[in-house]
């Protein structure tokens, strides 16, 4: 498949990736709506634009390589993934059912396409880290990408990673931090204030690029930013809006990890258009 | 037999580093502890391939799953409280249920590690790591069989989680021995009683045997150095052929090697077993010679049980 590089084809991709979270909730009647929209339009742009990979060779030893370290958001990984015709569709209505490939957290053995199996947060960057140094011992030109929630960097192991990336050096790694602001409890700065988040970063080595996004051309230059920066890693920083693209959705973090009724998927849907 | 002495993290690290000259997808990952697990043998040979983690026990399991995706071999080492304990979820979720080929090599088990006392003292380790799908665990006894042990795992594929221990024990076997994972070892063929015991409790069993078959008491010794999948058959014919069944783990009684044999014996032939081991206590400081026999797990404890009810 080639790649897309116009913006308004990427934003209809995008429109598309997100009907088919909102098809795979519905079907499921449960499963992670808001976060999955949130990040939609960086993981577009990566399916879509920026990342080589195979869909006819999933295992592809030379691909680039992406870990959903969010792994509740898996509703826009098997969107993302169905698009880029990894399998088909049609499948998307299957999400969490039993006897379903599509399980409520990626599993690498089960879909095509799926580097890491992910659900327990914290883990992501770590995994993602040894792919990087991985392709750094086999001479490999691969990139990494790893998905972290800005609830989920809450776990200490998050840390322990960063230090990791820095120390080796991983200039073919790419974090990106979802930051819709909310979890499930609440605001991320009442339950436990990341704050501030770029400094953080920077301070553990990192180079680190703050953008809108939900801006497909922000994400887009931002990705090319960390594709030439040597001797260290990046962390791209991407503010977006919980639900985004769901009216009823937008910044509300009920909308976590609930599904909606037959009204609200017709809404959804009508939104969506 | 049993004179010369080695323990079997130094084991460890010595075929390690003739493992790394064979296969040059084995890579190691320590946290900080790489003098003590002697993972610092492959890394003075191999620093391109060693990645000490800092220590960061949590980060250095899943960064091996990483490496494990991209088809190296990662070697992932601690001590085992930390290895199993503080690592649980990292295992579970991310070398476990995807079935990655990392090979856990945790050393300090049990109350062997002696004065560190308790905090370091892991008596937890098989229960957890046997619970796991996916997962085999391999205890074992000696320097020919650690050494054995480690080349072994690296051809099979999937997690291992290896036991290794800091005291120095007597050297069981010579080189002549045949070794199969999930295959137990019988030494001798007394009918009185049958000792199942792994890790360093297999020469304390065996210096027992040899005093109780000077006391014409006739015991085996049964070397269960798998833990998972568990030698059904051997635990079985000994059921059948002998008086009595006692089994002896530096680890605790709850979920270790007695609780592997018991559920083996209640599904194909219940009958008793006498389960020695730590009695669902945390240790405490001390000599590993003192604590051995301060917890009951030592050859005059297994010479005592066995008499006790001669």
């Known amino acids: ?273 | 037999m049993l004179d010369k002495k080695i323990a079997t993290r130094q084991s460890y690290g010595e075929a390690l580093k003739e493992l790394g000259q064979k296969n040059e997808n084995v890579v190691v990952l320590d946290a900080d502890l790489s003098t003590a697990t002697k993972t610092e043998i492959f890394a003075k040979e191999f620093p391109d391939r060693f990645f000490d983690m800092g220590i960061a026990e949590q980060n250095m399991m899943a960064t091996a799953a990483g490496l494990a995706t991209c088809g190296k071999i990662p070697y992932a080492s601690s001590f085992a409280v930390f290895a199993a304990g503080r690592a649980y979820d990292q295992i579970r979720n991310s070398i476990c249920y995807p079935k990655l080929n990392v090979k856990i090599c945790a050393t300090h088990a049990g109350i062997t590690v002696g004065e560190d006392g308790a905090t370091h003292q892991m008596l937890e380790d098989i229960s957890m790591m046997r619970t796991l799908p996916n997962m085999t665990v391999i205890s074992p006894s000696d320097d020919t069989q650690t050494r054995w042990v480690v080349e072994e795992i690296s051809k099979i594929q999937g997690p291992v989680y290896v036991r290794l221990c800091r005291l120095s024990t007597p050297v069981i076997y010579d080189n002549t021995q045949k070794f199969e994972i999930g295959k137990a070892i019988q030494i001798g063929e007394g009918t009185d009683a049958t000792i199942f015991a792994t890790g360093v409790t297999v020469s304390e069993a065996i210096k027992a045997k040899e005093q109780l078959d000077a006391e014409g008491i006739n015991v085996r010794v049964i070397d269960m150095h798998t833990i998972k999948p568990i030698d059904k058959d051997m635990i079985i014919k000994c059921a059948k052929e002998t008086k009595r069944l006692i089994s002896v783990e530096d680890h605790n009684i709850i979920g270790g090697l007695g609780s592997a044999i018991s559920e083996v014996l209640t599904e194909n032939c219940p009958c008793k077993l006498e389960r020695m081991g730590i009695n669902d206590c945390f240790g405490k400081s001390g000599k590993a010679e003192e604590l051995i026999k301060y917890y009951k797990i030592g050859y005059e404890a297994i010479i005592e049980k066995v008499k006790d009810k001669n």
Request: with cysteine; charged share 30%; glycine share 8%.
């Open chain 1, 1 to 273: 498949m080639n790649k897309i590089t116009d913006i308004s084809e990427l934003e209809k991709k995008a429109k598309e990736i997100r009907r088919g979270i909102i098809e795979e909730v519905y079907s499921a009647k449960s499963g992670h709506p808001g976060g999955s929209l949130s990040i939609a339009d960086v993981m577009t742009v990566l399916y879509f634009n920026e990342m080589n990979i195979d869909e006819t060779n999933p295992k592809w030893e030379d691909r680039d390589r992406l870990v959903l370290s969010k792994g509740h958001c898996s509703p826009v990984l098997y969107s993302c993934l169905a698009e880029r015709g990894f399998f088909d569709k049609e499948n998307l209505k299957n999400f969490r059912k039993i006897d379903s490939n599509l399980q409520g957290h990626p599993d690498m053995n089960k879909v095509p396409g799926v580097d890491m199996t992910s659900g327990s947060l914290g883990q992501g960057l770590s995994v993602a880290n040894g792919m990087a140094i991985a392709g750094k011992l086999d001479n490999k030109n691969y990139r990494v990408y790893a998905i972290l929630g800005d609830g989920e960097i809450e776990e200490g192991q998050i840390w322990e990673a960063a230090m990791a990336s820095s120390k080796y050096k991983l200039d073919n790694l790419c974090v990106i931090i979802d930051k819709n602001n909310l979890q499930i409890d609440g605001k991320t700065e009442d339950i436990m204030s990341s704050a501030p988040l770029d400094e953080k970063f920077k301070s553990f080595g990192f180079d680190v690029i703050e953008i809108d996004g939900n801006n497909i051309l922000e994400i887009m230059k931002a990705l090319a930013k960390a594709k030439i920066t040597k001797n260290k890693p990046t962390c791209i920083i991407a503010r977006t809006t919980k639900g985004k693209g769901v009216s009823f959705m937008e910044d509300k973090a009920e909308w976590h990890g609930k599904a909606p009724n037959e009204e609200q998927y017709n809404q959804a849907i009508e939104d969506l258009k």
